[in-house]
């Protein structure tokens, strides 16, 4: 096992620290900047199914439905497609409306996931077009769909999913600019400069873990805290969704993710000098927005931790700790973005003892209900 974990004292930092390579894996023969173009054969061949769809549903569970919520930003901004995001549970129980001229994209890291593979057939059944996002070659879910894009993570053991989770919004990247092309959605420029970061991103991902040391010496101030709140907007927002099931999974302390807005519907009830706040604050749309949520955190005490573009200053002055990152597209920082909050909880979870790799109560994949 020692040699299995490549010199890493877990499973999950040494996935952590593939995901330059493995993003580069996803996207390899299927991303050609140079001529501005996405090949991806599952979607070459039933391209018309997409840009036809009057709606795309996206079903699945846990990480791999974060990474679907990503996907509905990005597929609607860029291909103007209207998507919805359901939990596998749920969509497979409430008598869903399909139609024929739906098309249905279906995550998962394992494809055994039974509640997944359950609303695939429910919904073949119903005669939509069922597209998967697999990791695993060969497995149920990639059997069960009529087409698909493989992630080329390699093996996850972690139970905690890290790089499942950033080649799965690799994938769905690639998807969303292709239909937006396909569509004639996007402005070329934007479009390319897409492509171009997109490419960029495995060492944009690496210069990310180099906050590794600062990132550990913010998990020993916060190990104990009892509660912990993740806040994002836009692309950000579904990351601080995963940053915060990421921290509950491995160092079973509370956590919640929320949209930086609602904070003030709720959460901000929870706020004093107690309360650490991980807000996502990258200097982009939503920017000055953030800002004032991140005074609204600090006007309560509550003790903030700002992931920021490199060389922010605003933020710096408001912030108790900031956490630096390479900026990309909007869209795609939300990769970027991730990787400090999986440094955050695994430091977090080890210095608490835990069990990184297989939390209590956790299975790497669910395979009954
Ligand atoms: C389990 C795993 C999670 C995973 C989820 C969905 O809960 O512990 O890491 O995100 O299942 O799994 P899938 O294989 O369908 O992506």
Redesign the pocket.
């Known amino acids: 096992e020692q040699i299995e974990k490549g010199g890493y004292d877990h499973f999950m930092l040494k996935e952590i620290y593939e995901q330059p390579q493995v993003i580069r894996d996803t996207f390899r023969g299927r991303l050609l900047s140079d001529q501005g173009l996405i090949k991806m054969a599952g979607i070459e061949d039933n391209l018309n199914k997409f840009t036809n769809a009057k709606r795309i549903i996206i079903v ?5 439905w974060h990474a679907a919520q990503v996907a509905e930003y990005m597929i609607e901004e860029f291909a103007r497609i209207p998507v919805e995001v359901e939990y596998a549970s749920e969509f497979r129980y409430r008598n869903p409306i399909i139609n024929a001229d739906d098309v249905v994209i279906a ?7 039974a509640d ?1 593979l359950a609303a695939i057939k429910l919904a073949k059944e119903k005669g939509a077009f069922v597209f998967g996002v697999c990791n695993v070659v060969g497995s149920s879910i990639s059997r069960e769909t009529h087409a698909g894009a493989y992630t080329h993570a390699g093996p996850e053991i972690g ?3 890290t790089k ?1 989770f950033t080649t799965q919004i690799t994938v769905l990247a690639l998807i969303a600019l292709r239909l937006a092309k396909a569509k004639g959605t996007m402005s070329q420029s934007d479009y390319l400069r897409n492509l171009i970061e997109l490419e960029l991103i495995p060492e944009k991902v690496q210069e990310a873990l180099l906050e590794n040391d600062r990132i550990l010496e913010i998990a020993h101030i916060y190990k104990d805290a009892p509660n912990c709140l993740f806040l994002g907007r836009g692309f950000n927002f579904p990351v601080a969704l995963e940053g915060a099931l990421k921290l509950k999974e491995i160092s079973y302390i509370h956590a919640e993710g929320y949209p930086a807005a609602e904070m003030k519907h709720g959460p901000i009830a929870l706020i004093d000098e107690n309360m650490p706040v991980i807000v996502i604050a990258p200097q982009q749309n939503h920017y000055d927005k953030v800002v004032s949520n991140i005074q609204e955190i600090k006007a309560r005490s509550g003790k903030i931790i700002a992931l920021v573009s490199k060389g922010d200053e605003q933020v710096k002055n408001l912030a108790d700790h900031i956490i630096e990152m390479p900026n990309s597209t909007e869209a795609l920082t939300s990769i970027i973005a991730t990787i400090p909050l999986q440094l955050l909880s695994y430091h977090v979870a080890v210095l608490r003892g835990t069990n990184v790799d297989q939390p209590r109560n ?5 395979t009954v209900e």
């Open positions: 699945a569970c846990g990480t791999s995550i998962s890291q394992s494809g055994e996931t997944t139970v905690a999913s499942a956790l299975a790497k994949s669910v």
